[in-house]
T-cell receptor, first 109, second 118 residues
């Protein structure tokens, strides 16, 4: 069945550090790939998405590239800010949405 | 544009009691989802509606959970009787359709209902 494996946290970084959160998936067919973010005390929000191989989703300085050959969709940001502190979820969408377990990120000044 | 509305925001009940959650999706969204998010885990899909029909309820514990979307708009999720392990945040989400020509439509999530079963 479909599944997703996401890098475990928590992750603590200093401001302006480089961020990578790994995500790999298994899915039947040709899934769309999403990253959602949950800021403290708020609901889930779409961060970015990609719908076909080699597509790059980007938003708020975050990027992720749809790698069909490695079934991966790693999230990256070149310079994190304190305001990026949140929980990040990888969510492939094949026959249905599967969410990863979430990676908690804390950025310290 | 108004977002997905959910109520109540918080609920505390004793085990074996019943509870119901309400969700009003974004206007015009045909697809509605209910998720269960246990602390420290990602959301797990319980049930998906397309208009007022059930598309997927394979992970809904049907012996105690039920959901309906009678007029294809708002929806209720009920638990009867509740167990301790039902303590979680229940999320409602909606999207235009489940899957479009260029892949899946974005889901918009409500703030969730935090259920504590004691």
């Amino acid at each position: 069945g479909d599944s997703v494996t996401q890098m475990e946290g928590p992750v603590t970084l200093s401001e302006e550090a480089f961020l990578t959160i790994n995500c790999t998936y298994t899915a039947t067919g040709y899934p769309s790939l999403f990253w959602y973010v949950q800021y403290p005390g708020e609901g889930l929000q779409l961060l970015l998405k990609a719908t076909k191989a080699d597509d790059k989703g980007s938003n708020k300085g975050f990027e992720a590239t749809y790698r069909k050959e490695t079934t991966s969709f790693h999230l990256e940001k070149g310079s994190v800010q304190v305001s990026d502190s949140a929980v990040y979820f990888c969510a492939p969408r094949g026959n249905q949405f599967y969410f990863g377990t979430g990676t908690s990120l804390t950025v310290i000044p | 544009e108004a977002g997905v509305a959910q109520s109540p925001r918080y609920k505390i009940i004793e085990k074996r009691q019943s509870v119901a959650f309400w969700c009003n999706p974004i206007s015009g969204h045909a697809t509605l989802y209910w998720y269960q998010q246990i602390l420290g885990q990602g959301p797990k899909l319980l049930i998906q509606f397309q208009n007022n029909g059930v598309v997927d309820d394979s992970q809904l514990p049907k012996d105690r959970f039920s959901a309906e979307r009678l007029k294809g708009v708002d929806s209720t999720l009920k638990i009867q009787p509740a167990k301790l392990e039902d303590s979680a945040v229940y999320l409602c989400a909606s999207s235009l359709l489940a899957r479009g020509r260029f892949g899946s439509y974005e889901q918009y999530f409500g703030p969730g209902t935090r259920l504590t079963v004691t």
